[in-house]
């Protein structure tokens, strides 16, 4: 087989890396106690909207955004890129692209309606935080893919994908149960946008 025809070759099961599944079956008691506890757990975080400089253990953001990776894909495709940011210039300039973007939702893009609706939350363009936070976590959505050989690889469902490993992100941060990451929460979410 031409190596070209080989990419064109749809990956079979002999290709794929296989990974035991592995569950534990709880007694129904015990599964309701536990949905219960991350009920509760969840329903505990807040969008805030000021943000601690203190730093944040990089162990900690490895694994929540290990935890992220751990989501489903439209066909495995996994079509999502995560990239923290600390460095201070970087940071800045991100902060200057959001706010241009976000003054242009609030002055025309999004229109009357949107502005009106946001008013009780107290927000505008205005994002210190992107200077001040010590991490960012930038998530981009890889609308396609490639094959080895460069060819277009599709990458099904997306956004959707990559909104599932956000949520996943975002319920990780909050079981490590700090203040720092609750905020850090809202400072990564504000960069999806
Ligand atoms: C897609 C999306 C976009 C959001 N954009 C903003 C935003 O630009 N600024 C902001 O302060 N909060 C933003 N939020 C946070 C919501 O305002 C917040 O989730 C909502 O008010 C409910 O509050 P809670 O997160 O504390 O439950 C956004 C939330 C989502 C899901």
Redesign the pocket.
């Known amino acids: 087989m031409k190596e070209a025809d080989a990419d064109e070759r749809p990956e079979s099961e002999e290709d794929v890396e296989h990974i035991p599944f592995s569950h534990t079956r709880y007694p129904e008691k015990e599964m309701a106690k536990r949905s219960q506890e991350f009920y509760e757990l969840l329903n505990k975080?807040?969008?805030v909207?000021f943000i601690s400089n203190e730093q944040v253990p990089m162990e900690v953001i490895n694994n929540v955004i290990k935890a992220a990776g751990t989501a489903p894909s439209g066909a495995h495709t996994e079509p999502w890129t995560f990239v923290l940011v600390k460095d201070p210039d970087v940071k800045h300039k991100i902060r200057e692209i959001i706010e241009k973007e976000e003054e242009i939702n609030y002055m025309k893009r999004m229109g009357h309606r949107w502005v009106t609706d946001l008013k009780k939350?107290r927000?505008n363009w205005v994002k210190e935080y992107l200077d001040t936070a010590p991490v960012l976590i930038l998530i981009f959505k890889q609308v396609h893919g490639f094959t080895p050989s460069g060819r277009k690889k599709v990458h099904y469902y997306n956004e959707i994908s990559v909104s599932i490993a956000c949520g996943i992100l975002l319920a990780a941060l909050q079981v490590t149960q700090t203040i720092v990451l609750k905020e850090l929460a809202?400072a990564s979410?504000?960069n999806?946008?």
Do not use: M, N, Y
Request: net charge positive; aromatic share 10%; proline share 0%.
């Open positions: 975080r807040r969008s909207r939350l927000t809202l979410f504000l999806l946008q």
